[in-house]
């Protein structure tokens, strides 16, 4: 990270404790507009953020990893999670996995080089009687198979 943009993010985040408050409370509604901005809270992020809480910087860290709506690495423009839960297991949640696999050239948990898509595990999306279920941003697929979880790939952009 170049130091223009340490500079920059260190006062936007000296502007969210100003606006949220230097004590602990305020660390998630800091986190949470770090991340909407960035997309994620790089670990620059986190330390600035520990500073002006006077907090230590694990402890930041280890609210970014409970909370699934924050990350520490930048991902992708659209996020793709497949339900690994029983019953989507049951119903054929492997074969899509591998598909989708292949499809992208990645594995669950990567993000693809042109910053497209990251591929995500996700527990029970309360479908279960119309699995496998895949969500793609906020819109849900159900009853999947192999070639409709390419093809829905192929049409996110
Ligand atoms: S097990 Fe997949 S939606 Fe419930």
Redesign the pocket.
């Known amino acids: 990270m170049l130091e223009l943009e340490k500079n920059s993010l260190s006062e936007e985040i000296e502007n969210l404790v100003k606006q949220f408050g230097s004590e602990r409370q305020a660390l998630l509604q800091i986190l949470q507009a770090v991340q909407r901005k960035h997309k994620h809270v790089s670990d620059f992020a986190q330390q600035e953020i520990a500073r002006l809480l006077n907090i230590h910087p694990v402890e930041v860290y280890s609210v970014i990893s409970f909370y699934s709506f924050l990350c520490s690495e930048p991902k992708g423009r659209n996020i793709v999670r497949l339900?690994r839960?029983?019953?989507?297991?049951m119903a054929g949640k492997d074969k899509v996995v591998t598909a989708v696999k292949r499809e992208l050239g990645i594995t669950f948990g990567e993000t693809t080089n042109d910053g497209r898509v990251t591929l995500e595990f996700t527990n029970?999306?309360?479908?279960?009687d119309?699995?496998?279920?895949m969500l793609v941003n906020e819109k849900v697929f159900t009853h999947l198979n192999p070639e409709a979880a390419v093809n829905i790939l192929n049409e996110v952009k």
């Open positions: 339900c839960t029983i019953s989507c297991d029970c999306l309360g479908m279960c119309q699995g496998p279920v």
